[in-house]
């Protein structure tokens, strides 16, 4: 890594959401509400909305890679986060790319499982993902993904989830991030994991918990923690720190996400919550039952 970037350029490789909640859309969003200038290069235009994906346009590989140029012919790019890819030959020009740009931030959020349990990817694709892993210097799987991954069944507990990111670290060389989000329970627990030069079970861990969250507008969290995570490490050099700045800001993020009332499925969350608290332009509600002067409601 080079030094902190008070204001990181950071690109975001994904497809489209034109609801929003996801995607580029989500990414830019997420850049900017954690301090960084977002730019987009878009792999896949997607027909979707908050209920569900309805048909995916892939454009030539060819653009693909006319995009990737011209940002890093003209921009210095700090950090880069990488989402959805869907072609073997989209990945194989994104991986060629870094090659050449070497950006010192790659996030790298592997789309490979739909919400459904669906394989997003045929096997000539997940085998180039695979491939593309040791590049990057985070790869964040949701746990379906991870198990993908490493190539075993998808873990019951925590604990399984960090052996499996553990293997997946020293399998790679890379830092994985283990989301608990798909677990059951009271607690939302998410961990940078890093076995590189470590003796099998001795890989360091940094863990990061919160209250899970009871709403079901989570649409693009996995996108959204990406980019920001993306954005906070290019600024701090420091991948705990990135870390925790993330998960508080995630976190207030969903917990506001019924504020929006977007769409009749799973909504997207609150990104800009915290940025509009303090300018005052959306102030809390207040609790149920009273009035906004504080006194008892009707």
Same mark, same amino acid.
């Given at each position: 890594m080079t030094g902190p970037r008070e204001i990181p350029r950071v690109?975001?490789?994904a497809g489209t %959401?034109? #609801?929003?909640? &996801?995607?580029?859309?989500?990414d830019l969003k997420s850049i900017a509400a954690n301090g960084g200038y977002g730019m987009a290069v878009v792999t896949a235009l997607v027909a979707q909305n908050t209920r569900g994906v309805r048909s995916v346009h892939i454009p030539p590989v060819s653009f693909l890679v006319e995009q990737l140029d011209a940002v890093s012919d %003209?921009? #210095?790019?700090? &950090?880069v986060k990488i989402g959805m890819l869907g072609q073997a030959d989209l990945i194989e020009a994104v991986a060629a790319w870094l090659a050449r740009?070497?950006?010192?931030?790659i996030v790298l959020d592997p789309v490979m499982i739909a919400t459904s349990g669906d394989r997003l990817l045929d096997a000539s694709a997940e085998a180039a993902l695979r491939a593309l892993v040791p590049l990057v210097h985070l790869v964040t799987p949701n746990l379906p993904e991870l198990a993908v991954l490493v190539n075993e069944p998808e873990a019951a507990d925590w604990a399984g989830a960090l052996e499996q990111g553990e293997r997946l670290s020293r399998a790679c060389g890379t830092r994985v991030l283990v989301k608990g989000g798909h677990l059951a329970g009271p607690a939302c627990p998410d961990a940078l994991v890093d076995a590189a030069g470590t003796e099998p079970g001795r890989a360091r861990i940094v863990q990061v918990s919160a209250p899970r969250i009871n709403t079901v507008n989570t649409?693009?969290?996995?996108?959204?923690?990406?980019?920001?995570?993306?954005t906070l490490a290019a600024r701090h050099r420091d991948w705990p720190r990135a870390l925790t700045e993330t998960k508080a800001w995630l976190s207030d993020s969903v917990a506001?996400?019924?504020r929006l009332e977007v769409g009749g499925g799973h909504g997207p969350i609150n990104h800009f919550h915290a940025l509009w608290a303090a300018a005052g332009t959306h102030p809390e509600p207040p609790p149920r039952g009273l009035s906004p002067s504080g006194s008892a409601g009707p």
């Open positions: 690109l975001s490789i %959401d034109p #609801t929003g909640g &996801a995607g580029i859309q989500a %003209d921009v #210095t790019i700090d &950090a740009v070497r950006p010192s931030v649409h693009g969290t996995g996108c959204s923690m990406s980019s920001a995570l993306a506001s996400a019924d």
